[in-house]
């Protein structure tokens, strides 16, 4: 799903009510899916909460006539539109619900954001002209269908049942040693068995650029594992916890490496999509990501990284972050041009269609899905041309 950036403006703030629980409400904001937000600022804070300093101003965000899962960001700016608050929480929420107690619409969103008498400070230029601007990255999570391709085992290890090869290569990682059959690496890990056949036999292949327990994963895939094993090390029912979250992206990071590397598609594909369906992205590491999926070939990933990026360019590149992407000119190109397109139209020009609707294609017609997207454009309109001549 792509983010949505929505505006919500406050004029004439310092003349709002400012008693601890006085709120005002904004003017109500559709979203291109038809969804009625509205935010509501507390000037003085609320008492019965844990937020209490009279003079930090909450901000409670509200879902009119509907109810969708999302998460969401809040962004105080200055009257030249600089950052001078950016709250987030990564806990994907429900909005649009009932408080039945009070039978009202519940909003949801943080206290302590910033003090009232910065704000209303002429000398910090925050306000524009007697305004507070706030803006909302709201990331609504929609039910998608995305390619999964078929584990190879029960075919292969029909072939591996006949052939009754005992164990004949060995791993050591980490000071362990795996042990694996070749004709299993053949079939189902090619690269990781070319390793195999270049080292001297009899010795252990040493594996330095993989940690134990994803070669590890990574192996009881190939024979015949299934890929949520390797998703549960992501830990993606763990929003909460901050260090939850960084050891999640340096373990997505790590996975999609490996499998990379050894040619495992099947498993990155499923490591690459658990990533997107579970909003890993904020304005702090969209850049990260773009560099990462584009080295790696993730398409899936750097298309939704690339939407986001479209969402807050603007702050990103007045951040340190925007010296990172000097590192690909030409990704630089890709998302000035996503930035400039709009979204209409186009339904029949291949190269407009989303990744996962490629590799739905691909996949329906038994060809390759890997590949970063320019390649899957390409390997479709071949298919194409090649059923018109017919």
């Not at 019965?48 to 998460?71: C, F, M, Q, W």
């Not at 195999?196 to 895939?221: Q, W």
């Not at 090390?233 to 050891?247: G, I, M, P, Q």
């Not at 304005?283 to 939407?307: G, R, S």
Request: aromatic share 8%; net charge negative; charged share 30%.
């Amino acid at each position: 799903s792509k983010p949505l950036m929505l505006r919500f403006k406050f004029e004439d703030f310092e003349s709002y009510p400012h008693a601890p629980n006085d709120f005002t409400l904004s003017e109500k904001v559709t979203d291109e899916d038809g969804h009625v937000w509205q935010l509501s600022v507390y000037p003085a804070g609320t008492t019965g909460t844990e937020h209490t300093d009279p003079d930090k101003i909450g901000l409670y965000l509200y879902l009119r006539g509907a109810s969708v899962n999302a998460s969401i960001s809040l962004i105080v700016r200055d009257s030249v539109g600089n950052i001078q608050s950016y709250v987030t929480d990564d806990e994907i929420t429900t909005y649009g619900e009932r408080d039945q107690e009070r039978d009202q619409d519940r909003g949801i969103g943080f206290g302590d954001i910033l003090n009232r008498s910065e704000i209303i400070n002429e000398s910090n230029s925050i306000l524009l002209d007697g305004a507070l601007i706030v803006d909302a990255e709201v990331q609504i999570e929609k039910e998608q269908t995305f390619v999964q391709t078929a584990n190879p085992l029960a075919k292969n290890m029909l072939q591996f049942f006949e052939d009754e090869k005992n164990i004949d290569v060995s791993f050591m990682i980490e000071g362990t040693l795996i042990s694996a059959h070749k004709l299993i690496l053949n079939m189902n890990a090619p690269i990781l068995f070319d390793f195999c056949e270049k080292h001297e036999e009899g010795t252990p292949l040493i594996i330095n650029d993989t940690s134990l327990v994803v070669f590890r994963v990574i192996l009881r895939y190939i024979y015949g594992g299934e890929a949520s094993e390797a998703i549960s090390l992501l830990k993606l029912d763990n929003t909460k916890d901050k260090d939850a979250s960084k050891e999640r992206t340096k373990m997505g990071r790590d996975l999609i490496d490996a499998t990379d590397r050894y040619g495992i598609i099947g498993l990155k594909l499923a490591i690459e999509t658990a990533l997107v369906k579970n909003y890993v992205m904020n304005m702090n590491n969209v850049v990260d990501w773009l560099l990462f999926a584009d080295a790696k070939n993730c398409p899936l990933l750097k298309e939704y990284a690339t939407n986001f990026f479209v969402v807050v360019v603007r702050d990103v590149l007045k951040s340190d972050a925007s010296e990172k992407l000097k590192q690909s000119p030409k990704l630089i190109s890709e998302l000035m041009l996503a930035a400039s397109s709009t979204p209409n139209d186009y339904f029949d020009d291949t190269s407009k269609m989303s990744v996962n609707s490629l590799r739905k294609k691909l996949h329906k017609k038994g060809l390759d899905v890997d590949g970063p997207k320019e390649m899957l454009v390409n390997r479709l309109e071949t298919s194409n041309k090649r059923q018109r001549v017919v």
